[in-house]
């Protein structure tokens, strides 16, 4: 198999109505025109930042090199998963998504399961997750058209380094106060059920047919193994946190079977082969180390840390 070497991806600002015009200290990014909500550090539009492919947009990379850059265990055509990070200056509208049996009864190639890793919140932050236990559907029903859906939710209270699972079919809602790592399937597919008062569309009748009164979502409690802590370890993905040390960066650098996305949150990295051209990647930024990488190193200065990001196979 021909063999691909890792990447640092650059990150791909888009605008929101509920984001910010100055993304500092996150990146040095700042604009005059639309705020920005979402950096996507993975999304198709990302381009490729160093190496042989740089400067081709991570669609093109995945169509032209899929199988060297995500292995045989993944089938689809796209790249597994979108992470992007979130900045919400304000509410984001009260919204669902659906799982893979009803996106594909719409013609959709799958749904929108995701999660969300607090990378900082505020003292009080908190989000809407879920009805809360014993509302029905015609209460929600109800109370989208008087307005009064946010009473009916759970709310939950979010401290920085929370993972929360969102399940597809969870009624949810993100607030100000945090700034969330999210990782999702890659699908576009959210269905507006209450937006304050706002001018843009909703989506009820595909809301209601997507929404479940009881989900998995919640709260996932870490686990610390061999030095490391799993966040999550779910059916589309698998993400942990990592302190860079001799021990950790030879266990990164192991073979794999299929592609990783390394997130930094702290310090630097610096990632090196025998035959690619070595690049660092400091906070905030993301490399893609490919399946067919055959050997690479991985170092850090004493403060760093990374989240990987691994996508379940199929």
Request: charged share 20%; glycine share 8%; proline share 7%.
């Amino acid at each position: 198999m021909e063999t691909l070497p890792p990447f640092r991806l650059a990150p791909y600002f888009r605008t929101r109505p509920w984001g910010f015009n100055d993304l500092a200290p996150w990146y040095n990014y700042r604009t005059d025109g639309e705020p920005i909500g979402e950096v996507w550090l993975t999304g198709e539009m990302c381009l490729v930042d160093t190496g042989p492919l740089r400067g081709m947009s991570l669609a093109d990379a995945t169509k032209q090199q899929r199988s060297a850059l995500l292995g045989t265990g993944l089938t689809g055509r796209d790249f597994p998963l979108l992470v992007k990070i979130l900045l919400p200056k304000e509410k984001l509208s009260v919204q669902v998504h659906p799982d893979d049996a009803l996106a594909q009864h719409y013609g959709e190639p799958r749904g929108k399961t995701e999660c969300w890793y607090a990378l900082d919140a505020q003292p009080g932050a908190q989000l809407a997750l879920g009805i809360r236990a014993g509302v029905t559907v015609d209460q929600v029903k109800a109370a989208v058209h008087d307005a009064s859906l946010e009473s009916l939710l759970h709310m939950v209270p979010v401290s920085k380094g929370d993972m929360i699972f969102v399940d597809a079919g969870t009624v949810h809602a993100l607030g100000p106060g945090v700034v969330m790592l999210e990782t999702q399937q890659t699908s576009d597919l959210t269905y507006r059920m209450y937006d304050y008062g706002s001018a843009r569309e909703l989506h009820l009748e595909k809301a209601f047919a997507a929404m479940k009164l009881t989900t998995r979502a919640g709260k996932v409690a870490p686990r610390t193994v061999d030095g490391h802590t799993i966040l999550i370890d779910e059916r589309y993905f698998r993400i942990e946190k990592w302190p860079i040390g001799a021990e950790a960066a030879s266990a990164l650098a192991a073979p794999a079977p299929v592609v990783q996305m390394l997130f930094v949150t702290q310090g630097r990295i610096r990632i090196a082969g025998d035959n690619f051209e070595a690049f660092e990647a400091k906070r905030n930024q993301l490399a893609v180390i490919p399946s067919s990488t055959p050997r690479w190193t991985l170092a850090g200065d004493d403060t760093s840390e990374i989240i990987r990001i691994v996508p379940a196979t199929d």
